[in-house]
């Protein structure tokens, strides 16, 4: 049964950073792109980044370009989100999604982990 | 980017009954070379992640109920759920992923029984 579980949230300051971490089991994890998608309490599903299997290649959002960093090491079947300069708007729900094809990029999630809360507020 | 829309916003339908969701992209998410439609639709229901329902616009993910299905091509899509059950309620997104990046959401559709 493939899970993820994500970690790492929490309450965070202004400016602050934080560093989400998604442990993947029950599939072949370098096979897979894996992806970051957020939601705001209340709210719709915003992408936020995402990576190849091999981690070569990332990709991310506008509203996080340089600020966030994706990275997955490939060893520990695990994802990482790497959150820099976090500004109140930031505050969502995020989750680690594996996308469903093996080796695509251009792919839907399934399945989506529990989430991790991140709430940026002085 | 392309701009996922969907409409209603939100539709409260009698048990048994049919529901129906409507998706429109800013531009068509159909790739000429393999002739697929790169658009899915995802469930959520309240406090759980979103679960996926629909790929390639039509094909249904393994053991999703056959009332489920998506219909549609190029920038016009839909999901029915044929005969609506109390388990339904949720909100249902539709996502494009033939651009990425972005890989871009609706912003949902809302259903409840009436």
């Known amino acids: 049964e493939v899970q993820l579980l994500e970690s790492g949230g929490g309450l965070v300051q202004p400016g602050g950073s934080l560093r989400l971490s998604c442990a993947a089991s029950g599939f072949t994890f370098t096979t897979y792109a894996m992806n970051w998608v957020r939601q705001a309490p209340g709210k719709g599903l915003e992408w936020v980044s995402g990576?190849?299997?091999?981690?070569?290649?990332?990709y991310y959002a506008d509203s996080v370009k340089g600020r966030f960093t994706i990275s997955r090491d490939n060893s520990k079947n695990t994802l990482y989100l790497q959150m820099n300069s976090l500004i109140t708007e930031d505050t969502a729900l995020y989750y680690c999604a594996k996308g469903r094809q093996e080796w695509e990029v251009n792919n839907c999630f399934d399945p989506w982990g529990q989430g991790t809360l991140v709430t940026v507020s002085s | 980017d392309i701009v996922m829309t969907q409409s209603p916003d939100s539709l409260s339908v009698s048990l048994g009954e049919r529901a129906t969701i409507n998706c429109k992209s800013s531009?068509?998410?159909?790739?000429?070379?393999?002739?697929?439609?790169?658009l899915a639709w995802y469930q959520q229901k309240p406090g759980q992640p979103p679960k996926l329902l629909i790929y390639?616009?039509?094909t249904r993910e393994s053991g999703v109920p056959d009332r489920f299905s998506g219909s549609g091509s190029g920038t016009d899509f839909t999901l029915t759920i044929s005969s609506l059950q109390a388990e339904d309620v949720a909100v249902y997104y539709c996502q494009q992923y033939y651009s990425t990046p972005p890989i871009t959401f609706g912003p949902g559709t809302k259903v409840d029984v009436k």
């Open positions: 990576i190849s299997g091999s981690g070569a290649s990332t």
């Open positions: 531009q068509s998410v159909l790739y000429s070379s393999n002739n697929k439609n790169y």
């Open positions: 390639w616009a039509s």
